[in-house]
T-cell receptor, first 112, second 114 residues
Framework: TQLLEQSPQFLSIQEGENLTVYCNSS?????LQWYRQEPGEGPVLLVTVVTGGEVKKLKRLTFQFGDARKDSSLHITAAQPGDTGLYLC????????????FGTGTRLQVTL | DTAVSQTPKYLVTQMGNDKSIKCEQN?????MYWYKQDSKKFLKIMFS???????INETVPNRFSPKSPDKAHLNLHINSLELGDSAVYFC?????????????FGNGTRLTVT
């Protein structure tokens, strides 16, 4: 059983389109991180959200942590080919000694 | 300038062999990890060390043995390799075991067991 389910699994869009990736769980997390992984490389942190309802913006990327801290979303505005990659959410549960639980991943491809 | 480096990048070996993967970080972090990424890109933690002390040991076959000679290094030795061990293994580090400590990953070691 995956604790963090991401949807969609795959997304292929054209440059300029908007998209949203969802990260859902039945568990409560003390914080949630989003990473992007490119082929042949390790995941790289994009953002950490820690407060229920929190919204963070990183240029064209908007991250939201659910009010109940069970879910999160990543919205990309005007996607560019450079946004292509595997997006991973990762939740940290209170008292688990920094044992991050990773989501199932969303593979995004942005074409010209 | 590489923050977390692991070697080798690729490892192809036969069933039954023993192999090691090395990892070093120059970020001054206290905590290091080994993660396994399967063919479906799911990342799962295997081990975590804080300042050379094992703090997380997930349900991993005892053929896998991590070793941390100092807090900047965490190696992974695998005995009697099996086909199911084929995956990408990532080393990572973080500043502390406390909350909100992001992980810094290496670029992975792709292990193929034939």
């Amino acid at each position: 059983t995956q604790l963090l389910e991401q949807s969609p699994q795959f997304l292929s869009i054209q440059e300029g389109e908007n998209l949203t990736v969802y990260c859902n769980s039945s568990s409560v997390f003390s914080s949630l991180q989003w990473y992007r992984q490119e082929p042949g490389e390790g995941p790289v942190l994009l953002v950490t959200v820690v407060t229920g309802g929190e919204v963070k913006k990183l240029k064209r990327l908007t991250f939201q942590f659910g009010d109940a801290r069970k879910d999160s979303s990543l919205h990309i505005t005007a996607a560019q080919p450079g946004d292509t990659g595997l997006y991973l959410c990762a939740g940290e549960r209170t008292g688990t000694a920094s044992k991050l639980t990773f989501g199932t991943g969303t593979r995004l491809q942005v074409t010209l | 300038d590489t923050a977390v480096s692991q070697t080798p990048k690729y490892l192809v070996t036969q069933m039954g062999n023993d192999k090691s993967i090395k990892c070093e970080q120059n970020l001054g972090h206290d905590t290091m990890y080994w993660y396994k990424q399967d063919s479906k890109k799911f990342l799962k933690i295997m081990f975590s060390y804080n300042n050379k002390e094992l703090i997380i040991n997930e349900t991993v076959p005892n053929r896998f043995s991590p070793k941390s000679p100092d807090k900047a290094h965490l190696n992974l030795h695998i005995n009697s390799l099996e086909l199911g061990d084929s995956a990408v293994y990532f080393c990572a580090s973080s500043q502390a075991t406390g909350m909100y400590s992001p992980l810094h990953f290496g670029n992975g070691t792709r292990l193929t067991v034939t």
